[in-house]
């Protein structure tokens, strides 16, 4: 939802900017982008189309309220495109309140440097504005999805990526200067959240979360899915707090665990030609609800979950370390910079091996879990207990 300091600024730069019109929508001077959307052009006269959400306002009577559409143009630069939506509109596209930045797959695929490094060259454009993939949808398609609770999609996609990293935990914001940075840096990769459509039960279109696009050498390499990206998240130290479901084999049982803390220690080894990664992670959690086939009365019990609920963690997070390598060699966890500034004479002599020394690396993983804040039976609850 758009924060409650944001949206009194906004109707008053609007309100100001109206100019006496009825039953329609006109801003006189600017046009207000609250996001933005890049493709491959429709034809081949072009190279890419640019659609823009922007913030209007609709008189009804004394009041003014609030309404967005989707316009685009196409160019063979996204500055152009951009360029191009001005002379059509005659109006001046303004972005100060521009939250996201959304890729296609087809854009992201190539290299990102000249349209990222756009945001440094033109002032108009926020460094802060987050960056979005687009996973088996256009990118202007995100734009023009069913909103669930705000009415500016490009607002309620920002804090759903906001609330999916600080409560959740299944991605990471991804500021543009942040990804720019991560594409110049060859030994290092980044991560974007990527959404998709799905329908709603009015048969509409919906935007959701679907995991991170993964970037190395200036360009997206893949994806990885919800589940998988929070224990990506784990193994690069930066996930903060989640909720997971978790399999206890002991009891044959998912049970859900909410993690309240996660400390990552990492320590790196070199051993002749190759290298290592020691994982050591501190979790605490706590149990929203124990599946009544659990007991957790006894402390055995206690012990026997907190061994399963380890191995599980450990083992779903080298899993992922080494499918992500494996399959993309590219270091989304940080394991690169932490080599390089640790053993400097390695890291010069490998330099022209580098990717076949990330790839193979030696990954150790260690799980110490501590419960807390969770209830000690499973019993139901009667009235006048």
């Known amino acids: 939802m758009m924060s409650k300091k944001l949206l009194p600024i906004i109707i008053s730069i609007l309100l100001i900017s109206l100019n006496g019109c009825k039953d329609h929508s006109d801003i006189e001077s600017d046009i207000f982008v609250a ?3 890049i493709d491959k052009a429709d034809n081949n006269e072009f190279k890419y ?4 959400e922007v913030i209007t306002t609709k008189n009804s009577g004394d009041s003014a309220n609030i309404e967005t559409k989707v316009i685009s143009a196409e160019g063979d630069t996204v500055l152009e495109a951009l360029s191009t939506m001005v002379s059509e509109s005659s109006k001046e596209l303004y972005f100060d309140h521009c939250q996201i930045m959304i890729l296609s797959k087809e854009v992201a695929q190539n290299d990102l440097t000249d349209i990222l490094d756009l945001a440094f060259r033109d002032t108009n454009l926020r460094l802060s504005m987050k960056v979005i993939i687009a996973k088996n949808c256009k990118a202007c398609e995100i734009l023009d999805s069913n909103s669930v609770v ?7 996609i920002s804090e759903t990526v906001k609330i999916n990293t600080k409560d959740i935990g299944f991605a990471s914001e991804t500021e543009v200067f942040t990804l720019l ?4 840096d060859l030994s290092q990769s980044g991560t974007s959240p990527a959404y998709t459509l799905v329908d709603d039960i009015a048969d509409k279109k919906m935007n959701i979360l679907q995991g991170m ?3 190395k050498n200036g360009k997206m390499v893949g994806y990885t899915e ?4 929070q224990f990506c998240l784990m193994a690069a130290g930066k996930f903060n707090e989640g909720t997971i479901s978790c399999y206890i084999p002991s009891h044959d049982q998912l049970m859900t665990i909410h993690i309240n803390e996660c400390k990552r220690k990492i320590k790196t080894e070199i051993d002749g030609n190759f290298a290592g990664v020691e994982l050591k992670f501190d979790i605490e959690l ?3 609800e124990i599946p009544s086939k659990i007991s ?3 402390d055995i019990q206690n012990t026997i979950i907190q061994k399963d609920i380890s191995n599980y963690i450990k083992t779903n997070i080298y899993s992922t370390i080494t499918d992500t390598l494996n399959r993309y060699e590219a270091d989304i966890f940080g394991f690169s910079s932490r080599l390089q500034t640790q053993h400097r004479k390695f890291s010069r002599e490998n330099s022209t091996r580098w990717d076949e020394i990330i790839k193979n690396l030696k990954i150790t993983v260690d799980c110490n879990i501590k419960i807390k804040h969770s209830g000690i039976t499973n019993d139901r609850i009667y009235k006048g207990n």
């Open 35 to 37: 996001g933005f959307a």
């Open 49 to 52: 189309k640019v659609s823009a």
């Open 150 to 156: 705000n009415i500016i999609k490009s607002y309620e």
């Open 181 to 184: 940075n991560h594409l110049n």
């Open 213 to 215: 696009a993964i970037f």
């Open 226 to 229: 919800n589940k998988q990206s």
């Open 286 to 288: 706590s149990l929203p």
């Open 296 to 298: 957790v009365k006894e």
